[in-house]
């Protein structure tokens, strides 16, 4: 059974760049649609960014979000990335991965597609 983990948040100051990692165990997940999602006090799962195939360019990004995140997968270190620049307060939040093993079209931003979840790392910004 394939286990994710992410790591690399921490508190920032607004302006800042993080990179936050999620790497898997148990298995690889080359084969797995992947996702960064983040929960804040008013959303309980907003979609940040999808990379669905690991060797593909294909990504998909929040409207609200689109330019100062970017998404990325190493296949051989089997870790997806996300890259966060000027950082904002209301970037505070836990971020999650998240890994969907089954096939089939699906909607690439709802959080119940995705059925492998990482523990979140807490991002936090200040003002």
């Known amino acids: 059974q394939v286990q994710l983990e992410e790591s690399g948040g921490r508190f920032v100051q607004t302006g800042d760049s993080l990179r936050v990692s999620c790497a898997a165990s148990?298995?690889?997940?080359?084969?797995?649609?992947m996702a960064w999602f983040r929960r804040t006090p008013m959303k309980e799962r907003e979609f940040i960014a999808a990379?669905?195939?690991?060797?593909?360019?294909?990504?998909d990004y929040a409207d609200s979000l689109k330019g100062r995140f970017t998404i990325s997968r190493d296949s051989a270190r089997n870790t997806m990335y996300l890259e966060i620049h000027f950082l904002k307060p209301e970037d505070t939040a836990m971020y999650y991965c998240a890994a969907r093993t089954l096939g089939g079209s699906f909607s690439i931003r709802n959080p119940r597609e995705y059925d492998i979840w990482g523990p979140g790392t807490q991002v936090t910004v200040s003002s």
């Open positions: 990379k669905p195939w690991v060797d593909d360019d294909l990504t």
């Open positions: 148990g298995g690889t997940t080359n084969n797995y649609n």
